[in-house]
């Protein structure tokens, strides 16, 4: 009886624990992984149920953890070296399959006695790519593509029983026996080894009698030469082959190439190809994208392949639409992709009739040398597609709703980047999208209102997209569509909209990016009382650049998803509210170019934000410790503002900032030299404030390297539309081929991609520019002009080999023009103009061959300027004027001419000797002459008064 009570006493607290959602053994564990990964959203959920939490997947019946996707706490890939990894903090999960642990800089395990069999028993997945890991272990699936293997034996691969094997990114010696599949892309093999596909760079041998069943063999980045494929006919078992990005040029051999009859997948991107392809009858999945395959040839092998379900001729030279005809007969294709081809008018007459019926449909992009062209006229025969792309064609006419009348189960329709027109009464439109989930018209010529009849759609998946942005429509935003349950992604940038932003569109249950921005929407912001309204789950708020007024609303502080929150550009007032910036997931807060007064917000500590603007405002007082200790912080604005005090010491401790934008305020004191330890800044600008003292030399610590992490302003988009989503619209996975290869790995965005790209206004060259993408990435420079500095120009300065923009103008600087700015290499705008320089202008700097904006007027300088060649050829005689010691060309003063160089510093010292002598010459005679006066003043009064006498 005790024993049976025993057991429901056990039973029961069992049944406690797992109906929380999953064991709390494994949830201590969770918790205990924060020490070394990245889960602080666990910390800040652990009350609640973790089979919930983020990167974790439980059994649906046990309740215990079955996968985990686990980040690295610290980027290691930022200078921090490879570590060990614990395995006995994986002993609780009893039945995890699945291990991700990307990106970690692992290099190696640390068993503590516990056996790596043990510690991952019933693993069947494990993900160590982009690692320092070396070792060997029993799973079924190892990824191990982007590490730094190097024992020259393989001592910790070969014996691996594996059924997949990718150790892709390595740097291979030994041998290895090989399984179902071999993956060895993005190694850095050569040609000469590769001897009957028996040898791989440094890779010693390869069994070929293994090589025989293969079934998949993947290549993909391995700077290959097409003889080493002479003999690939030997892997008559072969299914699948990529040799995407493999360098490939010319023809493939067809000694053996066109007898591998059973393969069903090959894929030839990102080459420069022409290939055998018309014996290959069993292929059912082709990609030949980024090549140089023209019509004729292709056109008669692929009209041979009517197997094809997967066509890619993306980025080739085929003249479309005309070369769909190949494909007439094939009746299983279901997915065609011809991206960036020759655009051609076809004849007005249809010659041919398709058998197939596709789901996915891509034609963007393509050049053209047609005004307006007409949409595939095939396209007519298409009653079954999912999704379509038309996008930077240049077609005209009217929106083609033909097409979407004859695809009822259509769900994506991008038709951007057109000349589309649509002026008659689109109320119907809706009709038309009974399975609609994403719709692209922006970017064309679309007028009058937006449909009201968009909310009322009811997706198949239950998220719609809707983009009309770039276009000329009027009026608000209907309440049907700010009300809609399904929209999930609304863009109506750059319309002509007006009114006020109706307040049902932020208290919206499932819009979470919303895009408003280039209209003439005005008014204040809606109030909204949080107590009673549930606010929309919104991720991205894009308000710029409209006629918005008023302060800020306080529900904006309680959008907890918010990752995006911009609303530049509009009329906004009052102050900062003081916990925008504590936001947990804020990433980028632009709120420049407003009215906004008052002190800056407290952002101290702020462990989420990158992107701040906050320049262009009235914003008053001391920094004080408003971004202390902001570790994330990539780009700090508040240029413009009316700012005093002196740049505090804490501007070090931002250690991950790349571009400080101060310009425009009244900062007061010395440049702190903590300034110096920020070494990713690439940008700074100091101007037109009232800093003084000298330029530290420990500037020339700074690294200036280029960054992509400053112009980059993307925040996660779980839910992108790329081509795998829509391959999923077909039946079973026909298009999936491998795990992790094929489609799944394909990220070439179809419809909604998040387009903001991170912006930054620098002076250079006598203009200012705004600077964003590749161009923001490589920029570098430092503006200290107008200030009131002195002293001389540190000598190190000439260290900044990546600079690209310096002005030390308007200070009060002197000495010499440091000659080792002649290392300057990327150096295009020089100014030291106004300050005091003496000297000559160095020789050295007619080397600075990306110079094009040099000047050094208004200074003490002297002597020649150096003579006309190079870059100094295009300067003209305003980069030098004002410097009255100065000649040669272009100025007009001539070297030769007398007194021109001898005309020196100690010469005008003797003039003013001289002057000074001259000057007490008058002196003496003028004393002298007054002193008579005086005294004859003085007698005749005593003659005349004889009292005074």
């Given at each position: 009886m005790d024993l049976k009570l025993l057991w429901i006493l056990l039973t029961t607290s069992l049944f406690l624990v797992q109906t929380q959602g999953c064991w709390q053994q494994e949830r201590v564990a969770l918790l205990q992984l924060h020490s070394v990964f990245d889960v602080s959203d666990w910390i800040a959920e652990k009350g609640s149920n973790c089979c919930h939490w983020k990167n974790i997947e439980c059994h649906n019946t046990s309740g215990r953890v079955k996968g985990l996707s686990l980040p690295l706490k610290y980027s290691w890939n930022r200078g921090d070296s490879s570590w060990y990894l614990d395995v006995s903090l994986f002993l609780p999960f009893k039945e995890l399959k699945s291990l991700d642990l990307y990106g970690n800089g692992i290099k190696d395990f640390i068993d503590n006695k516990v056996p790596l069999s043990t510690a991952f028993s019933n693993l069947e997945m494990l993900i160590l790519s982009n690692n320092d890991f070396h070792d060997r272990m029993n799973v079924e699936e190892l990824h191990l593509s982007g590490n730094r293997l190097k024992n020259s034996d393989l001592t910790y691969i070969k014996g691996l029983s594996v059924k997949s094997l990718n150790i892709g990114g390595n740097l291979l010696q030994g041998s290895i026996d090989i399984g179902e599949k071999l993956d060895l892309s993005y190694n850095s093999f050569n040609n000469t080894l590769l001897t009957h596909l028996g040898g791989l760079s440094n890779l010693k041998f390869l069994k070929l009698d293994v090589l025989i069943n293969l079934e998949e063999l993947v290549l993909d980045g391995l700077h290959l030469n097409n003889n080493i494929l002479q003999n690939i006919h030997v892997l008559n078992s072969l299914k699948a082959l990529s040799l995407n990005d493999c360098g490939l040029t010319g023809a493939l051999p067809t000694q053996g190439w066109c007898d591998l009859r059973k393969l069903e997948v090959l894929v030839l991107s990102k080459n420069a190809l022409e290939a055998c392809l018309a014996n290959l009858s069993s292929l059912y999945h082709l990609d030949i994208s980024s090549n140089q395959f023209i019509g004729n040839g292709a056109s008669i092998a692929l009209a041979n392949l009517t197997l094809l379900r997967f066509v890619s001729l993306?980025?080739?030279?085929?003249?479309?639409?005309?070369?769909?005809?190949?494909?007439?007969?094939?009746?299983?294709?279901?997915?065609?992709?011809?991206?960036?081809?020759?655009?051609?008018?076809?004849?007005?007459?249809?010659?041919?009739?398709?058998?197939?019926?596709?789901?996915?449909?891509?034609?963007?992009?393509?050049?053209?040398?047609?005004?307006?062209?007409?949409?595939?006229?095939?396209?007519?025969?298409?009653?079954?597609?999912?999704?379509?792309?038309?996008?930077?064609?240049?077609?005209?006419?009217?929106?083609?709703?033909?097409?979407?009348?004859?695809?009822?189960?259509?769900?994506?329709?991008?038709?951007?980047?057109?000349?589309?027109?649509?002026?008659?009464?689109?109320d119907n439109i809706c009709s038309i999208f009974p399975q609609l989930w994403g719709l692209n018209l922006s970017s064309n010529i679309l007028e009058g209102n937006i449909p009201p009849?968009?909310?009322?759609?009811?997706?198949?998946?239950?998220?719609?997209?809707?983009?009309?942005?770039?276009?000329?429509?009027?009026?608000?935003?209907?309440?049907?569509?700010?009300?809609?349950?399904?929209?999930?992604?609304?863009?109506?940038?750059?319309?002509?909209?007006?009114?006020?932003?109706?307040?049902?569109?932020?208290?919206?249950?499932?819009?979470r990016r919303l895009y408003l921005d280039g209209n003439n929407f005005?008014?204040?912001?809606?109030?909204?009382?949080?107590?009673?309204?549930?606010?929309?789950?919104?991720?991205?708020?894009?308000?710029?650049?409209?006629?918005?007024?008023g302060e800020l609303p306080r529900w904006i502080s309680n959008l907890l998803d918010l990752r995006e929150l911009a609303l530049s550009n509009n009329q906004l007032d009052g102050p900062i509210p003081m916990d925008l910036c504590h936001l947990n997931h804020l990433n980028i807060l632009d709120l420049s170019q407003n009215n906004f007064s008052g002190p800056i917000p407290s952002c101290c500590g702020a462990q989420s934000i990158k992107h701040l603007h906050l320049n262009g405002n009235r914003l008053s007082g001391t920094l004080g410790n408003a971004f202390f200790n902001c570790s994330s912080l990539v780009t700090l604005d508040i240029s413009e503002n009316q700012l005093t005090g002196e740049i505090p010491n804490w501007i070090g401790t931002l250690s991950a900032l790349r571009v400080l934008l101060l310009r425009a305020n009244l900062f007061t004191g010395e440049i702190p030299i903590e300034l110096c330890k920020l070494h990713s800044l690439s940008i700074m600008d100091l101007s037109q404030n009232n800093l003084s003292g000298p330029i530290p030399f420990c500037l020339s610590n700074l690294t200036l390297e280029?960054?992509?992490?400053?112009?980059?302003?993307?925040?996660?988009?779980?839910?992108?539309?790329?081509?795998?989503?829509?391959?999923?619209?077909?039946?079973?996975?026909?298009?999936?081929?491998?795990?992790?290869?094929?489609?799944?790995?394909?990220?070439?965005?179809?419809?909604?991609?998040?387009?903001?790209?991170?912006?930054?206004?620098?002076?250079?060259k006598r203009a200012s520019y705004t600077y964003k993408g590749n161009i923001l990435t490589y920029m570098s420079g430092i503006d200290l002009s107008c200030n009131r500095l002195t002293g001389e120009i540190p000598p190190e300065i000439g260290n900044l080999s990546e600079i690209r923009s310096l002005n030390l103008s308007h200070n009060n600087l002197s000495g010499h023009i440091p000659f080792m700015f002649s290392r300057l290499n990327k150096i295009e705008s020089l100014d030291l103009s106004h300050n005091n320089l003496s000297g000559i202008i160095p020789t050295e700097l007619t080397k600075l061959y990306t110079l094009e904006v040099f000047n050094v007027s208004y200074n003490n300088l002297s002597g020649s300027i150096p003579s006309q060649k190079a870059q100094f050829a295009t300067f003209d005689e305003s980069s030098y004027m004002a410097n009255p010691f100065l000649c040669g060309p272009p100025l007009p003063k001539d070297c030769s001419e007398p007194n021109s160089l001898s005309t020196t510093t100690p010469n005008a010292s003797n003039d003013e000797e001289e002057s000074g002598l001259m000057d007490m010459y008058v002196f003496q005679m003028t004393f002298f002459v007054s002193y008579v006066i005086v005294l004859l003043v003085i007698a005749v009064i005593l003659y005349i008064n004889l009292y005074w006498r």
């Open positions: 993306s980025q080739n030279l085929f003249e479309v639409p005309s070369f769909f005809m190949s494909f007439a007969n094939h009746s299983h294709l279901k997915v065609l992709s011809s991206d960036q081809n020759k655009l051609v008018k076809e004849s007005t007459i249809q010659t041919w009739v398709p058998k197939f019926q596709i789901k996915v449909f891509r034609l963007s992009n393509c050049t053209t040398k047609e005004l307006h062209n007409e949409v595939p006229k095939f396209l007519y025969y298409q009653y079954d597609l999912r999704a379509i792309d038309l996008s930077y064609n240049n077609f005209g006419g009217k929106v083609p709703l033909w097409l979407l009348q004859n695809n009822t189960r259509l769900g994506a329709f991008s038709m951007k980047g057109n000349s589309f027109i649509n002026r008659s009464n689109s009849c968009l909310g009322s759609l009811k997706s198949g998946n239950n998220e719609l997209y809707l983009d009309l942005s770039h276009n000329q429509l009027s009026g608000g935003i209907p309440e049907n569509l700010a009300k809609s349950d399904s929209l999930v992604f609304l863009r109506l940038s750059n319309n002509h909209l007006s009114g006020r932003i109706i307040p049902t569109i932020f208290s919206s249950h499932s819009l005005d008014g204040r912001l809606p109030s909204i009382d949080v107590t009673i309204v549930r606010l929309s789950p919104i991720e991205d708020m894009v308000l710029s650049n409209n006629n918005l007024s280029p960054s992509d992490e400053k112009s980059s302003a993307k925040t996660d988009l779980p839910f992108l539309l790329l081509d795998w989503d829509i391959a999923n619209y077909s039946e079973s996975g026909e298009f999936e081929w491998s795990i992790r290869s094929g489609l799944f790995t394909t990220d070439v965005p179809l419809l909604i991609v998040n387009q903001r790209e991170e912006k930054v206004d620098y002076t250079t």
